[in-house]
């Protein structure tokens, strides 16, 4: 069964610290990963997208990283800001050829205190 | 600035009422997806549409749930009769795809409404 996990299900930190956050696929045949941010209240909104072929991608003080042989994904962001306060939602396309499909995973809940 | 737009913002029902939820697509855009989103779910994908031709709208329970696109401007979500289990936020979100398929290729992006909240009391 396709799948895409999180964790840790909710992060505090405080303002200025980094952090990882951490997606684990079994989508296969896999087409492409996103990270999508996810204020209260908002829609999803694109962060990053990579693809089989790409280790890392860089989005301002995000930087997402991916490793297709484990079905591994992080993203890490540094110096937070009390505005990174959101959900961080791992995305993965994928499936077989006719049915490809966009399994969505549940969620990071990332708290930046001040 | 082009967005995705959703009305309304929030909706608050009795049990058994009819629940109209509408969106307006970026001009432009083909492709329309309609997504409800729970604590214990997360996002799950109802329905979508591109060309205003629905292709996938195997999420969604057919006795109660209905999506439509009278038009390219206007893609409405409806069920009815509403239960307190439909409590969630629905997204409705644009973009432009070719090809078949409800994933995403590389090259294209899903922008997102602010999703209208429903509570079914």
């Known amino acids: 069964k396709n799948q895409v996990e999180q964790s840790p299900q909710s992060l505090i930190i405080l303002e200025g610290k980094n952090c990882t956050l951490q997606?684990?696929?079994?989508?296969?045949?896999?087409?492409?990963l996103r990270w999508y941010k996810q204020d209260t209240g908002r829609g999803p909104v694109s962060l990053t997208i990579?693809?089989?072929s790409e280790n890392t991608k860089s989005n301002g003080r995000y930087t997402a990283t991916l490793d297709a042989d484990t079905k591994q994904s992080s993203l890490h962001i540094t110096a937070s800001q009390l505005s990174d306060s959101a959900s961080y939602i791992c995305?993965?396309?994928?499936?077989?050829?006719?049915?490809?499909?966009?399994?969505w995973g549940l969620g990071t809940s990332l708290a930046v205190n001040p | 600035d082009a967005r995705v737009t959703q009305t309304p913002r929030d909706k608050v029902t009795e049990m058994g009422q009819e629940v109209t939820m509408r969106c307006q697509p970026i001009l432009g855009h083909n492709t329309v997806f309609w997504y409800r989103q729970t604590m214990m779910q997360g996002l799950e994908l109802l329905a979508y549409?591109?060309?205003?031709?629905?292709?996938?709208d195997s999420g969604m329970p057919k006795d109660r749930f209905s999506a439509e696109m009278p038009d390219a401007t206007l893609a409405t979500l409806k069920i009815q009769p509403s239960e307190p289990r439909d409590s969630a936020v629905y997204f409705c979100?644009?973009?432009?795809?070719?090809?078949?398929?409800?994933?995403?290729?590389?090259?294209?992006?899903?922008?997102f409404g602010q999703g209208t909240r429903l509570t079914v009391v």
């Open positions: 549409f591109r060309n205003r031709a629905p292709l996938d």
């Open positions: 990579m693809t089989f």
């Open positions: 995305v993965v396309s994928g499936g077989p050829g006719n049915n490809r499909k966009l399994i």
């Open positions: 979100a644009s973009g432009l795809i070719t090809g078949t398929g409800v994933a995403l290729p590389m090259n294209t992006e899903a922008f």
């Open positions: 997606c684990n696929y079994t989508v296969s045949p896999f087409s492409n």
